[in-house]
Nanobody, 125 residues
Framework: QVHLVESGGGLVQTGGSLRLSCVAS????????MGWYRQPPGKQRELVAR???????NYAKAVQGRFAISRDNAQNTMYLQMNNLNPEDTGVYYC???????????????????WGQGTKVTVSS
């Protein structure tokens, strides 16, 4: 079991920046992918950015060019640098880690997902 803890959220004005961190209780080297999700008030959780073990990144269109995701395996930490924030970025931000391993003689793929408790980001206009 891996525990994820987010931090770095807070209140910021439009145009400001925040850096979120997600610290894992164990090694993240074996995590095939890690990502940041957010849940705006009254809306469903949505993918913000994702980074694979090969450092391939994907971003939601709404944050492309403003947000940057990274992972530091040595520190067991994932980051989300958020620049030029706007009120639409308001929400609770969650980190997620996914591990997939092949198990058993039949080669079954076992997938494990881990979520943090979230950190709140509020962008004022």
């Amino acid at each position: 079991q891996v525990h994820l803890v987010e931090s770095g959220g807070g209140l910021v004005q439009t145009g400001g920046s925040l850096r979120l961190s997600c610290v894992a209780s164990g090694s993240i080297v074996s995590m095939n992918a890690m990502g940041w999700y957010r849940q705006p008030p009254g809306k469903q959780r949505e993918l913000v950015a994702r980074v694979t073990s090969a450092r391939t990144t994907n971003y939601a269109k709404a944050v492309q060019g403003r947000f940057a995701i990274s992972r530091d395996n040595a520190q067991n930490t994932m980051y989300l640098q958020m620049n030029n924030l706007n009120p639409e970025d308001t929400g609770v931000y969650y980190c997620k880690a996914v591990r997939e391993v092949v198990v058993g003689p039949e080669g079954r793929l076992q997938r494990s997902e881990y979520w943090g408790q979230g950190t709140k980001v509020t962008v004022s206009s």
